[in-house]
């Protein structure tokens, strides 16, 4: 079992910076491929950005690429995202997911952290 906790959420002004982080346990974080989802008020759940169990290789939505990266700390179980840039559209509650396999859903889930952008 994989238990995921996000931290580093918060309120920030349009054009300011986040970083988010993620914990997770066990003693297979080196085997899994990660992500950020965000779910916004009134809509879906959308994936922004993904990492691979190497880190060799990620995925950013249109929406953010250019201004989040998504990084891990394979040593310290965690995995990151960079935001910068910020826009209100960014202002969601924020996931991290983790899965084993390359292809499928994402099998477990954090909590959520909040972040708020004021314009």
């Known amino acids: 079992q994989v238990q995921l906790v996000e931290s580093g959420g918060g309120l920030v002004q349009a054009g300011g910076s986040l970083r988010l982080s993620c914990a997770a346990s066990?003693?297979?974080?080196?085997?899994?491929?990660m992500a950020w989802f965000r779910q916004a008020p009134g809509k879906e759940r959308e994936i922004a950005a993904a990492i691979s169990a190497t880190g060799g290789s990620t995925y950013y939505a249109d929406s953010v690429q250019g201004r989040f990266t998504i990084s891990r700390d394979n040593a310290e179980n965690t995995v990151f995202l960079q935001m910068n840039s910020l826009e209100s559209e960014d202002t969601a509650l924020y996931y991290c997911?983790?899965?084993?396999?390359?292809?499928?859903?994402?099998?477990?889930w954090g909590q959520g952290t909040q972040v708020t952008v004021s314009s």
């Open positions: 066990g003693r297979t974080f080196s085997s899994l491929n």
């Open positions: 997911a983790a899965k084993y396999r390359l292809k499928g859903p994402y099998e477990y």
